[in-house]
């Protein structure tokens, strides 16, 4: 079971970033999946979701309108998108990508976690 993010970076306020997570194992094709962050001194929290077909999507109030989830089932590996436009300071956190027992914001849901890519937005 492994999940790995990728395409952290830093990045000006209004720029863009696309993160990545290839999740091999072939439970994850029937998994949700999701993006989760944390900032310093903050907790875990929700930033998007997306059912196993990837046709429905579930985004945190905070991101939506600016961030995209996405996915592509092949064969036995999920590759796993987070598009990130506009972004703010505030959205400066690590990111992980997991896997999720029942699609939703719950981290009570979360099966598997990915090791996490950085984000920082500053000028």
């Known amino acids: 079971v492994q999940l790995v993010e990728s395409g952290g970076g830093l990045v000006q306020p209004g720029g863009s970033l696309r993160l990545s997570c290839t999740a091999s194992?072939?439970?994850?094709?029937?998994?949700?999946m999701g993006w989760f962050r944390q900032a310093p001194g903050s907790s875990r929290e929700f930033v998007a979701a997306?059912?196993?077909?990837?046709?429905?999507?579930?985004?945190a109030d905070s991101v939506k309108g600016r961030f995209t989830i996405s996915r592509n089932n092949i064969r036995n590996t999920v590759y796993l998108y987070l598009q990130m436009n506009n972004l703010k300071p505030e959205d400066t956190a690590l990111y992980y990508c997991?896997?999720?027992?029942?699609?939703?914001?719950?981290?009570?849901?979360?099966?598997?976690w990915g090791q996490g890519t950085q984000v920082t937005v500053s000028s």
């Open positions: 997306i059912n196993s077909g990837g046709v429905s999507t579930y985004y």
């Open positions: 194992a072939r439970t994850f094709r029937t998994s949700a």
């Open positions: 997991a896997s999720q027992y029942t699609f939703g914001p719950s981290l009570a849901d979360v099966g598997s």
